[in-house]
Nanobody, 120 residues
Framework: QVQLVESGGGLVQAGGSLRLSCAAS????????MGWYRQAPGKQRELVAR???????RYADSVKGRFTISRDNAKNTVYLEMNSLKPEDTAVYYC??????????????WGQGTQVTVSS
């Protein structure tokens, strides 16, 4: 089994910064990509940023230039550095990973979510 454990959410004023972390553990053979999604109240879950094992990046247009995703392959950990935060960034942020275990190929896993609240 695979677990994703997130940390780093909280309350911050507009213009501030937060750093989210997500560590994957368990029966992992390889991680294809890891990323962050978010879901605000009354809205659908949306992709924030994603990084492949080879370092290919993808960002939502709304966070380009403000958020930076990075990954430590040795630690199976992904980070999301969030700067210049806006009230509209308020949401529950979920870590996601596409993982090959020793028995299953290309399975998607999710973390429990961490709340990010940006006050105006």
């Amino acid at each position: 089994q695979v677990q994703l454990v997130e940390s780093g959410g909280g309350l911050v004023q507009a213009g501030g910064s937060l750093r989210l972390s997500c560590a994957a553990s368990g029966s992992i053979f390889s991680i294809n990509f890891m990323g962050w999604y978010r879901q605000a109240p009354g809205k659908q879950r949306e992709l924030v940023a994603r990084i492949t094992s080879g370092g290919r990046l993808r960002y939502a247009d709304s966070v380009k230039g403000r958020f930076t995703i990075s990954r430590d392959n040795a630690k199976n950990t992904v980070y999301l550095e969030m700067n210049s935060l806006k009230p509209e960034d308020t949401a529950v942020y979920y870590c996601s990973a596409n993982i090959d275990t020793y028995t299953v190929v290309s399975e998607s896993y999710w973390g429990q979510g961490t709340q990010v609240t940006v006050s105006s």
